[in-house]
């Protein structure tokens, strides 16, 4: 086991199988998740449990957090059973969830406070790549820090860039699901088209998996389409949140507002199905 003792808050779709691919390199872990059920497939590979975010910072030099978005980020930090309740200091705060730029440097900086220390460090990939160790992650904080945390976060993925300051790491997010966004929205709009023109759905994604255009993300979500499962990998609510983030931050362009506007409307009818499901809208 591993000396550096690691915290894991939020076990959702992407937290547990990251979570795991610490315990998985020896690393001891305490877990919290809101909802107990969830914590349970990683106390079956060794973690320990915390009741408080609270108890999770005690417990642990290096605390991860997956959770869904700025209201949960808040739930975490605050209260009497939040982080910022724990009376220790030297710890290393890492919020891997996609969320505004801005809460990050408003807890960064009620860390450094207290005398600790904030990374924001998203991930770019989806309940495959968190499965396979095979993130993109992208870090915002002070460049010590993010040294130390460098050599765990390498356990979760293959790629893990300091981009700047705090903040820059959920920018840097905001911009990639930008085009997220965008491309599922057009690889929906494509599919439906050659639809109603008679054309098959998987005679046309068997030609785009062989085009220049063929990508990962075609090929998964293509596969979706064809399958028609749209159990959620990355939730279309999410999708929402994160372009809605973006226009909070400046996103104005074309593209950007208009995916905004179809992900808003269709999450009315399909915010827990996956993004994919956007084909639905146009079918
Ligand atoms: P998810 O399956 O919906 O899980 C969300 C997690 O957040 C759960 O652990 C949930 O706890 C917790 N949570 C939500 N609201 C909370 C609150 N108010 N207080 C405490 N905990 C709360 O989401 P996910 O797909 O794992 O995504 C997590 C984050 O990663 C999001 O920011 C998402 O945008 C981002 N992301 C997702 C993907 C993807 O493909 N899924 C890819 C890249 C980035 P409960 O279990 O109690 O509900």
Redesign the pocket.
Known sequence: MKTIKTGWI??????TPMCSQLIKAQYSVTVY???KD?EQAVIAMGAAVASTPAQVMEESNIIFI????D??IN??FGGDNGLLAAKVTGRIIINM???SPGISKKYAELCKQAGNRYLDA??????KQAQEAQLVIMVGGEADIFTIAKPLLECLGKLVMHIGDTGAGNTAKLAINTLLGIQAQGLAEAVAFAQHNGISSSNLLTLINNSALASPFVKIKGDAIIANNFTP???LK?IV??LGLAANEGMTSPLGSMAYNTYKEASEQLADEDIIAIYKQFI
């Open positions: 939020g076990l959702g779709t992407m937290g998740n809101r909802s969830k997956m959770v869904s978005d209201d949960a739930e975490i969830s996609s969320v998203p991930v770019s990939g989806s309940l990998a990355f939730a999410h949140k994160d």
